[in-house]
Structures are given as structure tokens and as C-alpha cells.
């Protein structure tokens, strides 16, 4: 019989823009206010790239604090992933790209797009590598640079999205610690509520887009709500039921950063306190699938887990996707 392995995070890291954008900035941007963003979505600022520079120099950053923490060399990496839909080329992918910046020349490389679900769904990949004792190292990471690709006429998309990296390295970790349970799925006919054209742009996303600029992302904010509030339920309920754990034994959620109401109204249908769910939304807005990640180093950073805690992870996003886990932290 083959052996199998336990998979958890080795270290983490994650990288953000210097140039902070605030609610009072965008106040001059388009017609929108501090109290009118602050009250709807949680949001008081968020980080974005300058224009000249490429988002993957923020994966590369991410990685590299990533890499120093798990104390691996980028040599040793057997396989790198990153989560985006934004990437600076189609090709050369962002993974290629970092795999190049890293010097990790051992490692195979692919882009993955789940959107916000990205960093869980690429999560999910490492875990069968490494359990199946197939790679020892997995790289996974989170970057987008959604600040490109925003319509900034539109008050109801520019003012809640930023830019952002998380990484975190993956890789064989004592019995009971590590990754217990993950769980991906996607509903493609919900899919025209939230979109990001690229080489295509049929008749129906013209016709729901304003402004010379057609490839820019736009959302339905209300379907994608209502979907998001009954999926992190049902996500974090699953993950539960799969690992035979309750949430009483759950030290920490750390969701996906959308909305400060979406994780509200999850944490009312979980029957959870608010000081249960881990919330950064207020300093980076929504990074997509960057949140997760970045939230994790985050809370990780602040000691408000230790070893031997049970963290649930969880998001939704475009396509729609979804995806949730439990990890036993190792470190």
C-alpha cells in the first residue's frame, strides 16, 4: 500500500501596494461618499498599484516572505499555482512568471481562475499532490491587480475592489495537523452575474456596460449577495459535517473580504460571534482571490491562532464558485 501524507502551510506571506486610496479619494473620483461606502460595504480604503507597475511583482513579494517563513529554498519548490483573474499576460502565465522571478526552476507552474474561491480551489490541488506524496512542495498563491480592469465611471464596482497578494507553501506536516477536509464546487449558470470579458464580448455584455471601455468586470451586487450569504453557510457547514468537527471546535473563520454584510449575515446563519470571524475588509476592500490568503498571514501574524487550532476558510466568487476547508494549524 502507498503512503500517504499529511499536507499543511509551512509559512506564509503576503504583499500589498504602498498607495493607499481611501473613500474621501474616490469622493473625488465618482459620485459616491465615505459614509455611503462605509455604511454598505464595511470599506475605508484599499491598496492599488500604480499604473506602470505589474501585479505580479506583488506574488513574487508574497512568495518570497512565504518561502523565508516555511524556511524553504525556491529551489525546492516542486510546483507553484497561482489563483487569478487578473494576470498580467495570458501567456507567459503569472506562474510562469513568478517561477522565473524565484529561481524555482525545478518547479512545474499554472495559473488557476476561481476567482475569489481561487486561493481554497488551488489549496485543494496541493493537498492531493502533497498526500499522495506525488510533490513535497507546493507553492500556492493568491495576486490580482483588480484595480486594471475596474470601470471607475461605476460607483457600484470601482469603490470595492483592491489589489493584493497572499502565498502560502504547502508541504508534508506531522499526523492530525495539516489540511482535514476541503471543499470546491461551482454553479456556471449563475455565472452572468458577475463577469470580466477578455477576448470575446458577445451582445448581452454589451448591453449591461456603460462607457467606452467594455472589458471592465461588473456584477449583479444584489444576486451575487444573496448567492454569497447561502453558499459561506453552506460551505462551512460542509467542511464540518466532512471532518466530523462542530463550531465549537473551530477557533477561527477567516472568510473571503466581499462585504462587510455578507460576513455578517453568514455569521448570524452560523449562529457565530463576530469575534469568530476574521475581518481585514476595512483596510484592503475585496482582493479577490488574495483575501484569503492575506487574511490568514494576517491572523497568523497576530497570533490569534496557535498550534493545534482548527480554522475554517471559506469564499465564494465569480463563475460562481465557492470553496471552503479546515486546516489544523501545524506551526
Known amino acids: 500500500m502507498s503512503r500517504t501524507y499529511n499536507c ?47 501585479a505580479y511583482e506583488l506574488g513574487v513579494d508574497a512568495a518570497r516572505k512565504a518561502l523565508d517563513d516555511a524556511g524553504i529554498k525556491a529551489e525546492e519548490l516542486d510546483l507553484i499555482i497561482v489563483a487569478t483573474e487578473t494576470p498580467d499576460y495570458l ?32 489549496m485543494s490541488v496541493a493537498n492531493q499532490f502533497i498526500k499522495t506524496g506525488h510533490y513535497k512542495y507546493v507553492l500556492v498563491i493568491g495576486c490580482e491587480g483588480l484595480s486594471k480592469i475596474l470601470d471607475w465611471k ?8 483592491g489589489d493584493g497578494a497572499g502565498a502560502a507553501v504547502f508541504g508534508p506536516v506531522e499526523e492530525e495537523y495539516g489540511v482535514i477536509t476541503t471543499y470546491i464546487g461551482a454553479d456556471g449558470e449563475l455565472g452572468k452575474n458577475l463577469t470580466l470579458p477578455c477576448c470575446f464580448i458577445g451582445p ?26 447561502r453558499i459561506m453557510e453552506q460551505g462551512a457547514n460542509r467542511v464540518l459535517e466532512d471532518s466530523g468537527l462542530s463550531m465549537e471546535d473551530i477557533k477561527l473563520i477567516i472568510p473571503h473580504q466581499a462585504n462587510i454584510r455578507i460576513l455578517e449575515g453568514a455569521a448570524k446563519r452560523l449562529k457565530v460571534p ?15 482571490s488574495a483575501s484569503i490568503p492575506l487574511g490568514l498571514d494576517e ?29 489544523r494549524w501545524n506551526k
Open 8 to 54: 499543511g502551510i509551512l509559512g506564509l506571506g503576503s504583499s500589498i501596494p504602498e498607495k493607499v486610496l481611501t473613500n474621501f479619494d474616490l469622493e473625488k473620483i465618482v459620485d459616491t461618499s465615505d459614509k455611503w461606502i462605509s455604511k454598505r460595504t464595511g470599506i475605508s480604503q484599499r491598496r492599488v498599484l500604480d499604473k506602470d507597475t505589474p
Open 91 to 122: 501567456t507567459p502565465s503569472m506562474s510562469c512568471i513568478v517561477q522565473s522571478k524565484l529561481g524555482a526552476r525545478k518547479a512545474a507552474a499554472f495559473d488557476l481562475n476561481a476567482a475569489c474561491s481561487g486561493f481554497i480551489y488551488g
Open 299 to 327: 491572523a497568523y501574524r497576530e497570533k490569534l491562532f496557535s498550534k493545534g487550532d482548527n480554522l475554517i476558510l471559506v469564499g465564494f466568487g465569480g463563475g460562481l464558485t465557492w470553496g471552503s476547508a479546515i486546516i
Open 204 to 229: 448581452e455584455d454589451v448591453e449591461v456596460r456603460t462607457g467606452d471601455n467594455k472589458k471592465v468586470l461588473w456584477m449583479d451586487g444584489s444576486e451575487v449577495f444573496k448567492f454569497a450569504v
Open 154 to 161: 461605476d460607483r457600484n464596482t470601482c469603490v470595492l475592489f
Open 274 to 288: 463576530k469575534e469568530k470571524v476574521f475581518t481585514n475588509l476595512h483596510k484592503y476592500g475585496n482582493i479577490s
